[in-house]
């Protein structure tokens, strides 16, 4: 996972990494961002409808895998009940065959929402400092007016899951998918849980210990693995592929691309070691699979590698 040789994109991810830990507090060791969450391992099974969209391998063959499961804001203590936990986040790491004596691996990073604050990392970075400032009680509502694109991810509503085996998650971010013929495919990513959605109304969430969430998962286990579906949903012609912000109509084709089955935790000790040094990443970066030109993607990619180096020091 290279760091950018872009400077701006090197200073507004290494501000945004500042900014939310001005917002959270600083907790070495653990992520600005989704600090709270859990490692498991499963394995990836594709279908066979995933081979005409992409020659990527770990659509291809079955692969073992990496899930983490989090909740949101930089606080590693955010109780599961807490309405700010959400949106709730996924992270999937595809491990690879080695090539030349190295390991390999491709991640997707998704969350409960299929909305994200802003256009750009700048403007995320403008939101945040505006968040995090002594005016914030006018310097919120004066970045909402011009950007009133940011309250849809703001009025999203967000409930909180039953379990993170009932919960779904998207891929903000459009990528090009290439299959063996040299099609290209632009998609988004969602992850959708087999047992189906299921949120518990805000009075039920009151009743849950602060640790409902992560307290399931081994239990859960103990029946058999969580299943997810990944699909894509398939962009068309016109549709825009370089704004996370501009949603495609539902009516766009998906396709399911296999099923992931989780089928163990970590123990709460390696987890939180594994946690450290696990550096997932936004972008790819395998063949069959390239990124749009989302100027989001690269700034996210930096901030998680500026952020895992110092986490792996901590």
């Known amino acids: 996972m290279p760091f950018s040789e872009d400077p701006q994109v090197v200073e507004t991810s290494q501000g945004l990494k500042d900014a939310l830990q001005h917002l959270f507090g600083k907790h070495p060791g653990f992520r600005p961002a989704h600090a709270k969450g859990h490692l498991l391992t499963g394995t990836f099974t594709p279908s066979a409808e995933a081979a005409s969209l992409t020659k990527a391998y770990h659509f291809n063959n079955p692969t073992p895998i990496t899930a983490r499961f989090s909740s949101s804001t930089g606080i590693p203590e955010i109780p599961d009940t807490d309405a700010n936990a959400n949106p709730r986040g996924m992270a999937v790491r595809f491990h690879l065959p080695e090539s030349n004596g190295r390991r390999q691996h491709t991640d997707i990073i998704a969350h409960s929402t299929a909305h994200f604050p802003t256009r750009t990392g700048a403007e995320f970075l403008e939101f945040l400092k505006a968040a995090g400032s002594p005016e914030a009680a006018t310097a919120v509502p004066e970045f909402l007016g011009r950007h009133p694109e940011t309250l849809a991810f703001i009025g999203d509503p967000k409930p909180s899951p039953v379990s993170f085996a009932t919960e779904k998650f998207f891929g903000v971010n459009a990528f090009k998918y290439i299959n063996s013929s040299g ?62 912000l501009v949603h495609w109509p539902e009516e766009r084709k ?61």
Do not use: C, H, M, W
């Not at 495919?185 to 518990?200: C, D, E, H, K, S």
């Not at 409902?212 to 699909?231: A, M, N």
């Open 183 to 244: 099609k290209v495919t632009f998609v988004r990513n969602r992850i959708v849980p087999v047992l189906g959605f299921q949120a518990y109304a805000e009075e039920e969430t009151k009743e849950k210990s602060a640790t409902y969430l992560f307290d399931e998962l081994p239990v859960r286990l103990q029946s058999g693995p969580i299943e997810f579906k990944i699909l894509a949903q398939v962009a068309e012609e016109g549709d825009v592929t370089d704004n996370a």
């Open 254 to 314: 998906v396709v399911e691309l296999g099923t992931i089955k989780i089928e163990e935790a970590l123990s709460d000790e390696e987890s939180l070691k594994e946690q450290k040094n696990i550096i997932f990443d936004p972008i790819p970066r395998t063949g069959g699979i390239e990124p749009s030109e989302d100027p989001l993607l690269d700034v996210r990619a930096q901030l998680y590698i500026v952020s895992g180096k110092e986490r792996r020091s901590a």
